[in-house]
């Protein structure tokens, strides 16, 4: 019987960033969810008291306990985070977990531990209560770097183009609207001068389906800038005896690669694969690809 498998987002995104990754792995029960949605979860009575864990691995944790012989965690950006902080609290819920562009720290430190300024999270917590779609808009950018941001389809343009002349409501933030999405295309094609790019798996088109994103609130997006900004999980990775494949892009613009390789080297059980010429987005952009190794990596 297969491994049944829990998929995380990241933050910024919903769940649905992750549907292309459920579907290139036919056959395996797959449960998705978000940072977004962890965070939102209240623990429940019976979850066990553990100072010190972020709401985020508490949410997690009771997730997995409903798995009773164990499941596998696949987290990508600040979710990849997350199933790392669950993992060295309960190694005993996750028997296989796969990080995909993810770090034990996200902070940059003292130039000693590559990751993103503080300074940097500060100014966009700064943005996010002021131009909350510019912010996410320059992220969502960043994500899919060098790759363009995937656009709608053509029947999808005009209620998105509706969408997107509304005002914002409930202290929610929408992004990715059909006008913007359109006009990144484009800029990338100028930037990177065709809708196909070269890596090391040959030559790919550009993705055309649009990743939509739920409106998210503010809160819960500032609440995970802040917990980015203070997680640190370098201590005892060697002692995690959890199988872990880390993934990364070799151009990824939102965490360093060497921080994924870093931590590859630092697991009791670590694994690495980098893959050349992509960013951040893997999950949206070499689904099949990443499949493949997730696969491998479960059998």
Known sequence: ????????????????????????????????????????????????????LS??????????????GGAGVIGWSMGGIVALETAQKYPELIERLVIIGGTARF??????????????????????????????????????????????????LTQQAREANGPLRGGRVRVGTAPRAVR??????????????????????????????E????????HGLNYLQRIDLTEGLDR????????????????????GEWLSRQLARGQWRGYEGFGHALPMQVADILAADIRAFLA
């Open 1 to 52: 019987m297969r491994l049944p498998i829990i998929l995380i987002a990241g933050w910024g995104f919903s769940s649905k960033a992750m549907l292309g990754l459920k579907e290139a792995l036919p056959g395996y029960s797959i449960e998705i969810t978000s940072t977004t949605e962890l965070g939102r979860t209240q623990a429940t009575d019976a979850s066990p008291r553990a100072p010190g």
């Open 215 to 222: 409106g998210l609130p503010c809160e819960e997006l500032l």
């Open 184 to 213: 990144l295309r484009d800029a990338a094609k100028r930037r990177y001068g065709a809708t196909t790019v070269r890596g090391a798996f040959g030559e790919r088109a550009l993705p055309i389906v649009h990743i939509e994103t």
């Open 55 to 68: 709401r985020y691995a508490l949410a997690l944790g009771d997730l997995l306990r409903r798995y009773a």
């Open 107 to 156: 902070c940059a430190l003292n130039n000693k531990f590559p990751g993103v300024s503080p300074a940097a999270l500060r100014a966009m917590a700064f943005g996010l209560r002021r131009t909350p779609e510019k912010v996410l808009s320059d992220y969502e950018a960043r994500v899919h770097a060098p790759q363009a941001v995937p656009v709608p389809r053509n029947h999808e």
């Open 240 to 259: 995690l005896n959890v199988p872990t494949l880390v993934v990364h892009g070799n151009q990824d613009g939102i965490v360093p690669w060497q921080a």
